[in-house]
């Protein structure tokens, strides 16, 4: 039982932190940075200052020079008198493959095979099959499967051969190993259903995903926290408050324990939704239920209290970051961000000229954090020389830097060259991931409350287009704003209420307000 926990744990994690990560990164935030090689050694640094360098074999694994085979580590280590347990294994695979060192891993694992330093089980073959599946493809990891003592094929190691096939994209292979497993009366792992959940998260498969739940009950497999996150942050990726609540309310009634990142999606989709209340209630349950382990959440916090205001809890979430030893830079962008967020530009450029002074600027992120501060209030002089200094670090601007400057241009009233700003962040084109994220979209959202103001609905729209298509504009506060550019412009616009409720806006009485303004330019 222990063996097999030890190895779903091997899934669970890396994909409950690719969740803590895209809430992290400001929910989306310039998603370039999101799962940066920064990143990664930011995971190795934080863990290595707290260990025993000189006790530790994962730490001589990583400091190995590239054309330096495993075999000298293994060495070394047994030279000062240690023996390879298999705890020391699970402990450095775990932190390799945190590192994205897989061939690292796999070199690790063809040599515990090969030397067998203690009594191989299924987890060693497990992990061999995992790194091969990654470096050499999954018709190597079959083969390698049929190699593996009868005794091992069991159901810890077709798991993982599903999964293995799943990281690949073999999805009806995957599914095949599936119906060989019911055939063997092998119980299949909620991870394995969770991965299928995932690639079938894209809006042209996301139909699919109730016949995996029904085929997930068919075969008596029991949805756990990690399941129920998925689903919540697929519903919050769509902007879907209602099917954010539905899927939570079914979590409780399955009495599912919800843990602190189960919080942080709902108190994320609240504050996104500008449902400030009731964010404020799950923030507090993700502060009752954090164990104090994972630096996601406190960088998530400190974003949360910039959008409900908090100064002092900002203030105080940063403290507890400072204090660990390795401060990552995503955290410094955040904490910029927040600070920004609630109007203390000068703390904010203090901790930006803390992360110059502590790190290396490289990333265009850096960048756009300070400058999405100073263009939120116009200033536009000092993000035109950050501007200037970002491109003297060769950090290329990105649509996203852009679409902040011509934010800062409207703001300070320099219309036409906001409209040129513009048009140059169309020629850095956007992948999807960017342009559905929460940055792009509320920066965008605040270009159109400008322009929404001098009546100017032509480019209103423009805009307004890339919000639908987003789903973002299934909140009202979206669509009463377009409405606000009519009722400037003093012009109608029929069947507005019925194409909003159509797209899932629910009026308000504001839209009702602005409704019988605009009606009275019906000619």
């Given at each position: 039982?222990?063996?097999?926990?030890?190895?779903?744990?091997?899934?669970l994690s890396?994909?409950?932190?690719?969740?803590?990560?895209?809430l992290?990164?400001?929910?989306?935030?310039?998603?370039?940075?999101?799962?940066?090689?920064?990143?990664?050694?930011?995971v190795?640094?934080?863990?290595?200052q707290?260990?025993?360098?000189?006790?530790?074999?994962?730490?001589?694994?990583?400091?190995?020079?590239?054309?330096?085979?495993?075999?000298?580590?293994?060495?070394g280590?047994?030279?000062?008198?240690?023996?390879?347990?298999?705890?020391?294994?699970?402990?450095?695979?775990?932190?390799?493959?945190?590192?994205?060192?897989?061939?690292?891993?796999?070199?690790?694992m063809e040599?515990?095979?090969?030397?067998?330093?203690?009594?191989?089980?299924?987890?060693?073959?497990?992990?061999?099959?995992?790194?091969?599946?990654k470096?050499?493809?999954?018709?190597?990891?079959?083969?390698?499967?049929?190699?593996v003592?009868v005794?091992?094929?069991?159901?810890?190691?077709?798991?993982?051969?599903?999964?293995?096939?799943?990281?690949?994209?073999?999805?009806?292979?995957?599914?095949?190993?599936?119906?060989?497993?019911?055939?063997?009366?092998?119980?299949?792992?909620?991870?394995?259903?969770?991965?299928?959940?995932?690639?079938?998260?894209?809006?042209g498969?996301?139909?699919?995903?109730?016949?995996?739940?029904?085929?997930?009950?068919a075969d008596?497999?029991?949805?756990?926290?990690?399941t129920?996150?998925i689903?919540?942050?697929?519903e919050a990726?769509?902007?879907?408050?209602?099917?954010?609540?539905?899927?939570?309310?079914?979590?409780?009634?399955?009495?599912?324990?919800?843990?602190?990142?189960?919080?942080?999606?709902?108190?994320?989709?609240?504050?996104?939704?500008?449902?400030?209340?009731?964010?404020?209630?799950?923030?507090?349950?993700?502060?009752?239920?954090k164990?104090?382990?994972?630096?996601?959440?406190?960088?998530?916090?400190?974003?949360?209290?910039?959008?409900?205001?908090?100064?002092?809890?900002?203030?105080?979430?940063?403290?507890?970051?400072?204090s660990?030893?390795?401060?990552?830079?995503?955290?410094?962008?955040?904490a910029?961000e927040?600070?920004?967020?609630?109007?203390?530009?000068?703390?904010?450029?203090?901790?930006?000229?803390?992360?110059?002074?502590?790190?290396?600027?490289?990333?265009?992120?850096?960048f756009n954090?300070?400058?999405?501060?100073?263009?939120?209030?116009?200033?536009?002089?000092?993000?035109?020389?950050?501007?200037?200094?970002?491109?003297?670090?060769?950090?290329?601007p990105?649509?996203?830097?852009?679409?902040?400057?011509?934010?800062?241009?409207?703001?300070?009233?320099l219309?036409?060259?906001?409209?040129?700003?513009?048009a140059?962040?169309?020629?850095?084109?956007?992948?999807?991931?960017?342009?559905?994220?929460?940055?792009?979209?509320?920066?965008?959202?605040?270009?159109?409350?400008v322009?929404?103001?001098?009546?100017?609905?032509?480019?209103?729209?423009?805009?307004?287009?890339?919000?639908?298509?987003?789903?973002?504009?299934?909140?009202?506060?979206?669509?009463?704003?377009?409405?606000?550019?009519?009722?400037?412009?003093?012009?109608?616009?029929?069947?507005?209420?019925?194409?909003?409720?159509?797209?899932?806006?629910?009026?308000?009485?504001?839209?009702?307000?602005?409704?019988?303004?605009?009606?009275q330019?019906k000619?």
């Amino acid at each position: 039982m222990q063996a097999v926990l030890l190895c779903e744990r091997k899934v669970l994690s890396p994909f409950l932190l690719s969740i803590s990560t895209t809430l992290a990164a400001r929910f989306g935030a310039d998603a370039h940075y999101c799962g940066s090689s920064e990143d990664a050694t930011d995971v190795g640094c934080a863990e290595t200052q707290t260990i025993d360098t000189a006790g530790c074999l994962s730490y001589r694994i990583e400091k190995l020079q590239r054309h330096e085979p495993v075999l000298s580590a293994f060495k070394g280590w047994m030279g000062d008198g240690f023996s390879v347990h298999r705890g020391d294994i699970f402990h450095a695979i775990n932190r390799l493959r945190k590192l994205k060192m897989n061939k690292r891993a796999l070199e690790v694992m063809e040599w515990i095979v090969r030397e067998k330093p203690y009594k191989l089980n299924e987890l060693d073959y497990s992990y061999l099959l995992e790194f091969t599946s990654k470096l050499h493809g999954i018709e190597q990891g079959e083969k390698l499967f049929t190699r593996v003592p009868v005794e091992f094929q069991n159901t810890l190691l077709y798991n993982n051969l599903v999964l293995s096939c799943f990281d690949k994209s073999a999805i009806r292979l995957g599914m095949d190993y599936m119906k060989k497993m019911r055939a063997l009366s092998f119980p299949i792992s909620p991870l394995v259903y969770n991965r299928l959940i995932i690639l079938h998260s894209s809006p042209g498969r996301r139909k699919t995903i109730p016949k995996i739940m029904a085929q997930m009950k068919a075969d008596d497999v029991i949805p756990s926290s990690s399941t129920y996150n998925i689903l919540l942050k697929l519903e919050a990726s769509e902007h879907n408050i209602e099917g954010v609540m539905k899927v939570f309310n079914y979590m409780k009634q399955a009495n599912v324990e919800p843990s602190e990142v189960t919080y942080c999606i709902l108190a994320t989709a609240h504050a996104v939704a500008r449902l400030y209340a009731v964010c404020e209630a799950y923030i507090e349950a993700v502060e009752a239920s954090k164990t104090g382990t994972n630096w996601c959440t406190f960088d998530v916090l400190m974003i949360l209290y910039g959008y409900v205001g908090k100064e002092k809890e900002i203030e105080r979430t940063w403290k507890i970051i400072e204090s660990h030893q390795h401060v990552r830079t995503k955290s410094f962008i955040l904490a910029i961000e927040a600070f920004g967020r609630i109007g203390h530009i000068n703390r904010a450029e203090q901790l930006w000229l803390e992360m110059k002074t502590n790190k290396d600027l490289k990333f265009t992120e850096q960048f756009n954090a300070i400058i999405s501060v100073y263009t939120r209030y116009g200033l536009v002089d000092k993000a035109s020389e950050l501007f200037k200094e970002m491109l003297s670090s060769n950090c290329k601007p990105n649509a996203i830097t852009y679409r902040h400057l011509a934010l800062g241009c409207l703001r300070s009233g320099l219309v036409e060259e906001a409209l040129k700003t513009l048009a140059m962040a169309c020629d850095h084109n956007s992948t999807k991931e960017v342009s559905r994220s929460t940055p792009w979209l509320e920066t965008t959202l605040s270009i159109i409350e400008v322009l929404a103001a001098t009546g100017d609905v032509e480019n209103t729209m423009k805009l307004f287009r890339e919000l639908k298509e987003a789903r973002y504009s299934r909140y009202t506060f979206v669509h009463n704003t377009l409405l606000r550019s009519y009722v400037k412009a003093k012009t109608y616009a029929p069947d507005f209420l019925r194409k909003m409720i159509l797209g899932g806006a629910r009026p308000d009485d504001e839209t009702y307000s602005l409704l019988r303004l605009m009606e009275q330019f019906k000619t």
